[in-house]
Nanobody
Framework: QVQLVESGGGLVQAGGSLRLSCAAS????????MGWFRQAPGKQRELVAT???????YYTDSVKGRFTISGDNAKKTVYLQMNSLKFEDTAVYYC????????WGQGTQVTVSS
């Protein structure tokens, strides 16, 4: 049974920073990528950033230069450092693991006040 546990969300003022963490547990022998999605109220879930086991990284355009994704393969953990946060970054952020199956965390709320 694979589980993803997220932490690090919260309330921050515009321009501030937050760091999200996602720790995976269970039988994970290899994976295609780990990453972060987000879903704002009334909107579809969107991809934010991903990182492969080889370290290849993708960012959606709206977060480039502000967010940094990193991973620790030994700890099966992925991080999302979010700087220069904007009101429009407000959303529930979900960790995702694409491996033999597709797994999701429970979500963590990020609220940016303007």
């Amino acid at each position: 049974q694979v589980q993803l546990v997220e932490s690090g969300g919260g309330l921050v003022q515009a321009g501030g920073s937050l760091r999200l963490s996602c720790a995976a547990s269970g039988r994970i022998y290899s994976f295609n990528y780990m990453g972060w999605f987000r879903q704002a109220p009334g909107k579809q879930r969107e991809l934010v950033a991903t990182i492969t086991g080889a370290g290849r990284i993708y960012y959606t355009d709206s977060v480039k230069g502000r967010f940094t994704i990193s991973g620790d393969n030994a700890k099966k953990t992925v991080y999302l450092q979010m700087n220069s946060l904007k009101f429009e970054d407000t959303a529930v952020y979900y960790c995702n693991l694409a491996a033999a199956g597709n797994y999701w965390g429970q979500g963590t709320q990020v609220t940016v006040s303007s």
